[in-house]
C-alpha cells in the first residue's frame, strides 16, 4: 500500500510541469506556494485519515460522501474522480510523446498515441492479476528516479560535475526568486505567486489514492492509520523537496526550457524536463538517456494506473446505482467490461497532438484536470465537517477512534474554503482586461461547471437531501469491519522504524 500510494502521488508533473511553475513564478515564489498548497493539503489529510480508518470501504471518500453528506454529493463526487482519472490517462500519453523527443522529434505522434491505448488495453484485460505486483515495482522505481536527480543536484551544486562549477543556489537569482507575471511589479510577483500555486494545485495529491483502496486492504485501520501518516512526509521529501531542488539545477531564464515550453518542439533538448535540461547544460553524458528512459516508464505506469481507477470508479458507481446497471457486467477475470470500454474512449483525446503541439494540449489538460483534483479535495473535506457534526450530535466520543485528526474540525474548514477559493479563481487569467478567450475559460471551467450540473441535476432528479446529523449512519459497514479485525487479530504486527530503533539501539545503549 506504500508504495502503489507513493506511485499514485508521484507523477509526470514533478519531473516536467514544475518547469512551467519555475519560469513563471521564479524560484522563491514556487517554493512558498508548494509549502502552503502542501500544508493546504495535509489538512485534508488530516480529515480523510479520521474518516477511512474509521469507516474503510472501497472508494472511500465517494461513498462517504454519499452516506454522510447527500446521495447528489456522492454522485458528483463519483462522476468527478472518474472523469478525472479519465482525463489523466490522456495527459500521460501527451506528456510521453514529448519526453521521447529527447531523442528524436519524427517519432510519429499518433503511432505512440495507438501504441499506449493499445498496451493499457492487453494491461487491463489480460494481465489484470499481475497490476499490483507490477504497480508495486514500477512505483519503486518513480523513488528511484526522484533519488537520482536530487541527488544529480545535490552532487553538481557542490562543485561535482564536468565543469567543476560549484554553482550552489546562484540560479535564485538567475534573474530573480520573485519573477513577475502577466503584471508588474508587486501585482505581477503576486500572480507568479498564484501560477506557481495552481501548478501545485496540479501536482500535489496523495489521500485520494490512500482513499481508493481503503477498502481493499488486509487490517485496514492500522495500516491506513500508518499510509496516512506518511502522507506529510511524502508532501515534505517528494513536493516541497522537488521545489528546492528544480530551484537549484536550473534557472527559470534557461532559454532552452523557455523554448521547449512556447513551442513545443526541441529534438535533444531535455524534452522539458528540467533536471535533463540542467544535466545537458552541465555536460553531463549518459545519465540525461537514464533519466529520460525512467521518465518514460514513469509515465507509462501512471496512465496505466489511471486506466485501472477509472475503470473501477464507474463500476463502483454503477453498483451503487449512479451509473446504468449494465455497467456493472464483468469478464470471467473480474474486468467491468463496459467500465472499461468507456474508459478507453478518454485516450483518444491524446491525439489532438497531431493538429496542435504536445505543449499545448498539455495545458488544455492540466487546466482540465487541476479542477477535479481541487473538487475532489473539497468533497473529503465538507464531507469530514459532516462527520463530524454527527459525532457531536449523537455523541460519539472521537477519542476512541482509530485515528484523531488535530485540530478538528477547523482544518475541515480552513482547507475546504481555501480550496474552495482556488478553484473558482484558479482561471482569474481570463478575466484579466484583454484576457477573456472562451476555449480558456472551458478549459480552467469545464470540470467545475460539470460537478455542479451533476450535483443539482441528481438532486432534482432523486429528490435527495442533505443528511441531518442527528440522522446519519454512523454505523453503517462497522459490523463488517469488526468482523474482519478479529479475523486479523493473529497476523504479524505491522513493521515499525520507532519501535525497531527502540528495540535495538536504544536497549543497546
Known sequence: LELIAIGGSIGTAIFVSIGGALINAGPGSLLVAWIIYSCIIGLVNNCMAEMATYMPVSASFIRHAGHWVDDAFGFMAGWNFFFYEAILVSFEIVALNLVLTFWRDDIP?????????????LLNILAVRVYGEAEFWLSGGKVFL??????????????????????????????????????????????????????????IVGPEYIAMVAGEVRNPRPVLKKAFKTVYIRFALFFIGSAVFVDIALPPNDPTLNRILSTGNGAGTGAASPYVIAMQNLGVDGLPHLVNALLITSIFSAGNTYVYCATRTLHGLATD??????????????????????????????????SNSSAVVITWLVNLVTAGGLINFIVMSITYIFFYRACMAQGLDRRILPYRGRFQPYSAYISSWALILVVFTYGYSV??????????FFTYYTMLILALIN???????????????????????????????????????????????????????
Not at 526522484?146 to 541527488?151: C, L, Q, T
Not at 451509473?323 to 457486467?329: D, E, I, V
Open 109 to 121: 505522434v499518433a503511432a505512440v498515441c495507438c501504441g499506449c491505448i493499445v498496451a493499457y488495453g
Open 146 to 203: 526522484v533519488a537520482i536527480v536530487f541527488s544529480f543536484t545535490f552532487v553538481t551544486m557542490c562543485g561535482g560535475n564536468p565543469q567543476n562549477d560549484a554553482y550552489g543556489f546562484r540560479h535564485w537569482n538567475s534573474p530573480e526568486p520573485f519573477l513577475e507575471y502577466f503584471s508588474t511589479g508587486s501585482l505581477g510577483r503576486f500572480e507568479g505567486f498564484l501560477a506557481a500555486l495552481w501548478q501545485g494545485s496540479f501536482t
Open 321 to 354: 446505482g449512479h451509473a446504468h446497471h449494465w455497467l456493472r457486467m464483468t469478464t470471467k477475470n473480474g474486468v467491468p467490461i463496459w467500465c472499461f470500454a468507456i474508459t478507453m474512449i478518454f485516450p483518444f483525446i491524446s491525439l489532438l497532438q497531431v
Open 431 to 440: 478575466f484579466r482586461k484583454g484576457g477573456w478567450d472562451v476555449e480558456a
Open 455 to 509: 450535483y443539482f441535476g441528481w438532486k432534482l432528479f432523486r429528490k435527495t437531501k442533505l443528511v441531518p446529523a442527528a440522522e446519519c449512519d454512523l454505523i453503517w459497514d462497522l459490523p463488517a469491519i469488526q468482523a474482519h479485525e478479529e479475523e486479523c487479530a493473529g497476523d504479524s504486527p505491522l513493521f515499525s522504524v520507532r519501535d525497531y530503533f527502540r528495540r535495538t539501539v536504544l536497549r543497546r545503549g
